[in-house]
């Protein structure tokens, strides 16, 4: 035997459960809570979600079940898979998946970083009745890098000490309740007064804000983040699954839990936001500010405030969870990195685990320090990169491997009428929407880039 891939041993999935846990672990975190009601603010409401619906389900479905197909087939981390398949001219791409991993966790940290001062600082019940100043005062500077470090130190402790298992077993009773949690706050928000502004705003779309590009833009960029697309995290993951499970239904399901938690985390944040007079806190309808990637962060405790000890209880118990569900989401990124790096330079998985975390701390430093170029990094990265690298997956999948890749689907998925439907919308509707969301993204990214450019430096 010379193919090391066959006498290497790798890790695999013991049973499906397993899986699909991972790869909803990965998808739920701040993406569903701290992205989705920030972004969706800056995107005017209802016109986005909607947006948004139709984004994970017309282009996220079938880009995730691409995704899976490729990790399966290969059984190799995704810079290797790429090039495997499609040969050397698709490396690039590979790489670029490492490089999104790195970039955006180099930021995720910073926030997953907020939750656990929020947690902490909840119960004092010093964050409550000015929760904008608050927020300002915590989320740079040396608190900012001191729980970004500790995350970090967090993150690569478990992707180094392999005990991802251990974390699943807790996120599966952690993330039914972190939604059941969220469920119970919808319904208290129910009962808020005023709330009926907060539903308009969330829930009844503008016609013609649906063909505005921004708002077509975020949309989009939202559904990749928020479902881990576009940069070979759920190809890593589905590198390690041996059994032939259907990997379309396996894709729809982890697009249906993670699209019911970011929307049940809007049908507490806006109502609250209305009742409590927020909106111009957080810059809603067009007055962006700089507190307005703090939207979750702001909201949420300044209502539960209003509720006393329960409301303080509540809010570190959301926070205790919503910092799992952003572990849970790191190590995934960390794993893309980490996977590429053992296969491709012949690392130990501690030293690669270790070099790249601490690397990742480091490019963290300046969204710690400014909010600016985290929402800068978080445009051009976590926004557009995943965008680009979307569009190439569904050229691979669609143009160079389509046979292979029918093969492989069919092996679960039975059904030829639904493996054609989904390979009508990987190469073709998938290509063109995503290409005409790159042409919208092309200002913001490229002022994004030269925020990081400029920022970086000073
Ligand atoms: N989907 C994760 C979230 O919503 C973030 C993420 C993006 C994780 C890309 C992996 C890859 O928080």
Redesign the pocket.
Known sequence: MTDPAATRSRDSWATRAGFILAAVG???????MW?FSYVAAEGGGAAFVLLYLVFVAVIGVPIMTSEFVVGRMSQESPVVAVQRLGGPKWAPLGWMFVF??FG?LSY?SVIAGWTMRYALDATRGIIGTDAGAYFQSVATGVPAIVTHVIFMALTIFIVVAGVKRGLERAALVLMPLLFLLLVALAIWAATLGGGAAGYGYYLRPQLGELLDPNVIRLAAGQAF?????G?G?MMTYASYLTSKENLGREAATVALC?FGVAFVAGLVIFPVIFHFGLSSTIGLGGAISDNTVGTLFIALPAGLDSLGTLGRVVLSTFFIMLFF??LT?SI??LEVVVSAVIDGWGWSRKQAAIWFGVMIALAGLPAAFNLNFLDAADKFV?NFL?IVGGFFTAILVGYTIPAKADAELAQGMTDPALRKAWAFFVRYLSPVLLLIVIWFMLPTAWNALVTLLTLGRG
């Open positions: 990965s998808a739920v975190g701040l993406g569903n992205r999104c991993g955006i995720y983040f928020s479902l881990s697309l940069m995290a993670d569900a952003a989401s995934s990124l976590g995943l």
